[in-house]
């Protein structure tokens, strides 16, 4: 795939007013979010669920693409049609997840790295036969007193750089994602030196891999202080500390930047795009990439009545992502 072809991709996942829809689970945390709700974590009930996701009536209306897993990429309908097939029919472009999770580094107590590099050729080639057309990776950026190192944000971002170079040489758009987490009591501004450290290194390795930044999509966290500080910070607050970190550090080539939903709740990760969209016009477009903040309400409703609820856990679906939608053009008001 040409660098137009590529660039193509990435534009059209953030399509104005559309995101992404974050369905790449692995087996482990779909379990913890099904025992939650009291559903079993079998293999059908997995891809049940994600035949309700991905066949929500008007989904394609605010959502560009979505990310799967290894089990889901390969998995069909009730009525045996691949879930690849239905996507593209629908115009959302499918995604493979295909990092193999984070470790801790070595040296480096508190600090993780993400591993998944090893045979990474190979497994693209096959999720590019599969019809996957972008990827994602992620890493994770732990913050605590010691952390995190220096070394740790080079090796994730090095990670990061060497995942996407292999991506673009496969034909797949690569999102980056490095993802600052949200636990701790760290303030605002520690936040937002985490932040900048982090993409400045990471658009520095991309640049030393010879990774097309046309070709690329940029996943990220927002400037948002640590879950038990004693000062979090209001919703305009949030918004201008993200827009200015990633106007600092964010080269405007780049087609477009979409935001996890991380520890936020439904709303505040909606009402947080919503004010960054508000104080644009931006370099790119600014839209949404959310998993939990997209499903939650729709799977605790799903699990009471797998049968009678579903077209209605459908309706939930189509109504998060028709509020993200609105937000990503900085047009919901709540």
């Keep these: 795939m040409s660098i137009e072809d590529l660039e193509s991709v990435a534009l059209a996942m953030v ?5 992404i829809i974050a369905i790449d689970e692995s087996t482990n945390t779909i379990k913890k979010r099904f025992e939650a709700v009291g ?28 990310i799967l897993y290894d089990e889901t990429i390969r998995q069909k309908t009730r009525d045996g049609v691949p879930f690849t097939e239905v996507m593209k029919k629908a115009g959302i472009i499918p995604g493979i997840k295909v990092d193999k ?28 036969k599969l019809g996957a057309q972008f990827a994602k990776w992620r890493a ?3 913050i605590s007193e010691d952390n995190p190192s220096s070394t740790a944000i080079e090796a994730n971002c090095h990670a990061l750089a060497r995942y996407a170079a292999l991506c673009q040489e496969a034909g797949l758009v690569p999102m980056v994602e490095p993802e600052v987490i949200m636990d701790g009591d760290h303030s605002i501004e520690v936040s937002y030196e ?22 690329t999509i940029l996943k990220v966290s927002m400037v948002i202080p640590g879950k038990d500080s004693s000062e979090q910070a209001d919703v305009e607050e949030v918004a201008e500390a993200t827009v200015r970190v990633l106007k600092t550090c ?3 080539s780049l087609p ?3 935001f996890l939903s991380g520890g936020q709740t439904d709303e505040q990760s909606t009402a947080h795009l919503n004010a960054m969209n508000r104080i644009g016009p931006h370099p790119w477009p600014l839209s949404f990439s959310y998993g939990r903040a997209m499903q939650q309400a729709a799977l605790k409703l799903w699990a009471k009545d797998m049968k009678g609820n579903y077209a209605e856990a459908q309706k939930t679906v189509h109504a998060r992502a028709k509020d993200n939608g609105l937000a990503a053009l900085g047009r919901w008001n709540g």
């Design 39 to 66: 559903i079993e974590n079998t293999e059908e009930n997995r891809r049940a669920y994600r035949e309700l996701l991905l066949t929500t009536p008007g989904l394609n209306e605010h959502i560009s693409g979505a």
């Design 256 to 258: 477009g930047i979409v």
């Design 194 to 215: 985490v932040h900048e450290a982090v993409l400045r290194s990471l658009f520095n390795a991309l640049y030393e891999q010879n990774v097309m930044l046309e070709g």
């Design 250 to 252: 964010v080269p405007a």
């Design 101 to 128: 999770g984070p470790v801790p580094l070595a040296g480096f107590p508190g600090d993780v790295v993400t591993e998944g590099l090893d045979g990474l050729r190979q497994r693209l080639e096959e999720y590019v």
């Design 140 to 142: 994770v950026i732990n």
């Design 15 to 19: 399509a104005p007013g559309k995101g």
